[in-house]
């Protein structure tokens, strides 16, 4: 099954990247500077994790191709109306046979994102966001929020380590089914560690730890705390693909979740480790 939405997932990006290429290379010749970049990414995960929520019910399976896991597709494409001012697009999917499809086939949600990024002296980012999912043949529509910082050696002044903190505001204004409205604040730091700098494979280990705040009923539960995750990622540059068909990289990573029932009562598990295998190119 995974397999055969890889594949399919896989020809729509595929052809994605096409018209984003060929719309890039009009706005370099017109401006002598592509301002349309592009990014299109798959995932195989054992798990479809919103906010803590255990959206398939994985619980304490492991493997990415285990019955109750997915695939993710995404396309986002981005225009820089500035050097610090951006705004994109980014539409992404869930892709699985778990339950019969409100969508149609194995497309079981397609979330459309749009959004405006503001940077500040590099290492600043500021990002608004707007959301439509559709799923389960309805829409949850929601406003994201959010701040990170790109620090570099700032702050641990190594060059081969950063920290790379962050907050987000996920705000969800029109429910889904018997979701609630409410508010859920994500603060989290993403420490990195470069293994060779110098190499054009540029491979990396990164530590994301994140802890979710939540409004009373937003997955259903308590106020407060409502999860927190801890997780370990390898990702590489694919530098053996010639430049000419995109910069592609790959990246594996396990994340280790803890899920309070009184937050979360629907996950079938408290504690359980998502895995996840990824490939992205970027135009």
Same mark, same amino acid.
């Given at each position: ?24 290379? /009009? ?10 970049? &592009?990014? !299109? ?13 255990? *959206? ?25 109306? =500035?050097?610090?001012? &951006? ?5 992404? &999917? ?20 749009? /959004? ?15 959301? !439509? ?27 081969? #380590? ?21 508010? =859920?604040? *994500? ?5 990195? !560690?470069?293994? =060779? ?15 979710? #705040? !939540? ?62 295998? /990824?490939?992205? *190119?970027?135009?």
């Amino acid at each position: 099954m995974i397999s055969t939405l890889f594949r399919s997932a896989s020809r729509a990006c595929i052809a994605g990247a096409v018209v984003a290429v060929l719309a890039s290379a /009009g706005l370099a010749k017109a401006d002598d500077k592509a301002a349309l970049s &592009s990014t !299109f990414a798959l995932d195989a995960t054992s798990h479809f994790i919103s906010y803590g929520a255990d *959206v398939w019910g994985g619980g304490d399976e492991v493997s990415p191709f285990s019955p109750r896991s997915t695939v993710f597709a995404e396309g986002t494409f981005t225009l820089a109306l =500035a050097d610090n001012l &951006s705004v994109y697009l980014d539409v992404w &999917s869930d892709n699985n046979d778990n339950v019969t499809s409100g969508l149609g086939g194995g497309i079981q949600e397609i979330d459309v994102n749009t /959004g405006i990024i503001y940077t500040l002296d590099k290492v600043w980012s500021f990002k608004l966001a707007h959301g !439509f999912w559709n799923y389960a043949s309805a829409q949850e529509k929601v406003i994201d929020f959010g701040v990170s910082y790109s620090d570099g050696n700032i702050i641990t002044h190594s060059d081969a #380590i950063s920290l790379n903190p962050s907050v987000m505001f996920h705000y969800r204004y029109e429910g889904n089914g018997g979701q609630d409205c409410g508010l =859920a604040v *994500v603060p989290g730091i993403a420490p990195s !560690f470069s293994i =060779a700098p110098d190499s054009p494979y540029k491979p990396t280990i990164s530590v994301p730890l994140s802890v979710g #705040i !939540f409004q009373d009923n937003f997955q259903g539960g308590d106020g407060g705390y409502g999860y927190a995750s801890a997780g370990v990622k390898f990702s590489a540059n694919l530098a053996f693909i010639p430049a000419k068909y995109g910069a592609w990289a790959a990246a594996v990573s396990l994340t280790y979740y803890n899920t309070p029932e009184d937050s979360i009562p629907n996950n079938p598990e408290e504690n359980f480790v998502v895995s996840d295998i /990824g490939i992205s *190119v970027s135009f």
